[in-house]
């Protein structure tokens, strides 16, 4: 059979054509790995083989920290993160996103599992469950295609979320970069401004510990310059292995050594199912719910600031559901709950990260430490990591974002930097949820204050056009052309008579007839729909006919369902506006010479 021109692509399909049909139907839609694994080559493996030994080295001490500062033993953050590296791999739609614990959900962790009885087995059992509960109301939130609530997360929301983030990790990370004591440490959750003071006070006190600042620092000027002027270099990893091996060396000689991570614990979990009492369930039901929605508003953002699924759409539900199943895992292999992570995220990306065989590779990392600790990892240097961190988090800060929505939307500015300072002050969820609201009312008062205009025609030019815009357009003799451009609805229904009304009072001649464009009316509402019918009759006492052009479709639909089609527009509607002027010109027996033509009144 032979074949068009216009299908001979389709028949030699490159391998990104193949992945992207994979990915878009059959088993690569709920696997997206599929997609991944397909065109794989020697050179991609060779950038996710880097980058993933990069990420395993990052995660390891950082998983273990969530784990202490959730209350629990940090073996528990290693099989955390293993399972959300696993389960994300298996079911992630994005490229690049990395899940694991993460600190925006260490305190709601702590509380959570910090109820009496105290015991070790049952702490760890609350833990495992709180995830697995977490990670069921994702699932099902994503299985229901509840995903769609994401779409309130805008671009200026998601800018000044990640500017915001990008502060808060540098300045979480400055104790550790500069080797200040343990008193200086921010404690979680502490607000910004008393970050700020108890860092500067440790450093007015002298408290920085020089070796230390001067290994982080020079770990941080490394990495940054390497991804300035040398972006395909390994530059973490190197870093990291140069840290480690300094700290080596100045044991050797007998000198005094900057803080380490210290020795891995040993051991793969079992699958366990937490079995705990109805109470007990009840009583974490509510911390899994705040758990939940702290991690799809993570991951809706992180999700849509990527924007890397395999082709190129945005899949909140699925995000939601793989995360779900991520948390579920973790629950089972002993672990904690988990998110997607701001901070594992940029530092893969940072090591040259391009899908989530980048995940996979950290993930059979963490097997191998876990059960054959490296004696180089325990010697890595608190110090570098917090300059990873610090350079990552460099990547998530985009100034010409912000500088762009000043110049041309100054709302959604103030939006962002509203986001922004909610993340940095009250953290992420406060932070977005008032941006959310912000973003809410700025629709609302759009759709309250819309743009509306009257029309007339121009010589030379199709069409009708705005007086407001075009002073020179004439208009109709006894006609007005009204357009709104918005919803009719219950908030702007007295707007929209009063400007109508105005506007026919503005006219250059007597009015006898006035048209509504209603083309850009995509609604209308009850409270509309009796205002027009009282402004009907207003304007039939002066003599003057109420008429529509372009109604949509849905529109007339809920005309005749309010039961109003035969008062309001029944041989009142018409299908464009040229039909209606010459309709007005006929009735009313009036002779104009129309701009565009002198011969005839068109509908174009």
């Known amino acids: 059979m032979p074949v068009s021109d216009d299908h001979h692509e389709s028949t030699t399909a490159t391998p990104s054509r193949a992945s992207h049909d994979a990915a878009s139907c059959g088993p690569g839609r709920w696997f997206p790995f599929l997609a991944t694994v397909i065109p794989l080559t020697p050179r991609s493996f060779l950038h996710d083989l880097v980058a993933g030994l990069v990420l395993a080295a990052f995660l390891v001490p950082a998983g273990m920290g969530y784990a202490a500062a959730s209350g629990l033993p940090a073996a528990c953050g290693l099989y955390a993160s293993l399972a959300a590296l696993l389960g994300y791999f298996f079911f992630g739609p994005s490229r690049r996103l990395i899940l694991g614990p993460d600190s925006s959900l260490t305190a709601l962790v702590a509380i959570a599992i910090a109820i009496p009885p105290h015991e070790p087995h049952l702490v760890l059992a609350r833990a495992a469950l709180l995830a697995i509960l977490s990670g069921g109301l994702c699932l099902a939130a994503g299985l229901s295609r509840l995903g769609f609530l994401t779409n309130l997360i805008s671009m200026p929301i998601r800018l000044g979320y990640l500017n915001g983030l990008a502060i808060t990790l540098i300045i979480n990370q400055l104790p550790q970069l500069l080797g200040l004591p343990t008193t200086a440490v921010l404690a979680e959750g502490s607000p910004f401004i008393t970050d700020i003071t108890t860092i500067w006070g440790a450093l007015q006190r002298g408290e920085a510990d020089l070796l230390a600042a001067s290994l982080g620092v020079g770990c941080l000027a490394a990495i940054l310059a390497s991804h300035r002027w040398l972006p395909r270099l ?52 509510p911390a899994a719910a705040a758990i939940a929605l702290v991690s799809a508003a993570d991951t809706a953002v992180l999700t849509r600031a990527l924007a890397d699924t395999d082709d190129g759409r945005n899949r909140p539900d699925q995000e939601l559901a793989a995360v779900g199943l991520a948390n579920m895992l973790a629950g089972l292999l002993q672990g904690f709950p988990v998110s997607s992570s701001s901070t594992r995220t940029p530092v893969a990306m940072l090591a040259g990260g391009r899908t989530q065989l980048t995940g996979l590779v950290a993930a059979a990392c963490v097997v191998v430490i876990v059960l054959f600790p490296p004696p180089l990892l325990a010697s890595v240097p608190v110090t570098a990591l917090a300059a990873i961190v610090v350079a990552a988090a460099t990547t998530l800060i985009d100034l010409h974002g912000l500088a762009r929505l000043a110049a041309w939307r100054p709302g959604e500015f103030i939006i962002s930097l509203v986001c922004l300072t909610g993340v940095v002050l009250g953290g992420v969820i406060p932070g977005i949820g008032l941006a959310v609201l912000l973003s809410l009312l700025e629709f609302v008062w759009r759709a ?75 609604d209308i509402d009850v409270t509309a ?59 009313e027996g009036i002779q104009w010479s129309d701009p565009w033509t002198t011969d005839v009144v068109t509908d174009e």
Not at 254 to 270: E, N, Q
């Open 234 to 285: 390994p530059a973490v990893l190197l870093v990291m292995l140069a840290a480690a091996g300094s700290v080596l060396m100045m044991k050797q000689a007998g000198m005094a050594s900057p803080s380490v991570i210290g020795p891995v614990p040993a051991g793969l979990p079992s699958l366990t199912i937490p079995w705990l009492s109805w109470q007990e369930f009840m009583q974490l039901l």
């Open 448 to 522: 309250w204050q819309p743009y509306s205009a009257v029309l007339g025609r121009l010589a030379g030019r199709k069409g009708y056009h705005d007086l407001s815009r075009h002073p020179e357009a004439h208009q109709i003799p006894g006609l007005v052309l009204f357009r709104w451009d918005s919803p009719l609805f219950f908030a702007n229904a007295e707007i929209f008579r009063d400007r109508l009304l105005a506007a026919t009072a503005a006219a250059p001649t007597q009015v006898r007839r006035v048209v509504v464009t209603a083309e850009p009316m995509t």
């Open 529 to 587: 729909v009796d205002m027009l019918c009282e402004l009907q009759q207003q304007l039939a006492a002066r003599d003057v006919t109420l008429c529509f052009a372009e109604m949509k479709g849905p529109v007339k639909d809920r005309l005749h369902r309010y039961g109003v089609w035969s008062q309001l527009a029944d041989r009142r509607v018409f299908p464009t506006i040229g039909q209606a002027v010459r309709t007005h010109l006929a009735e």
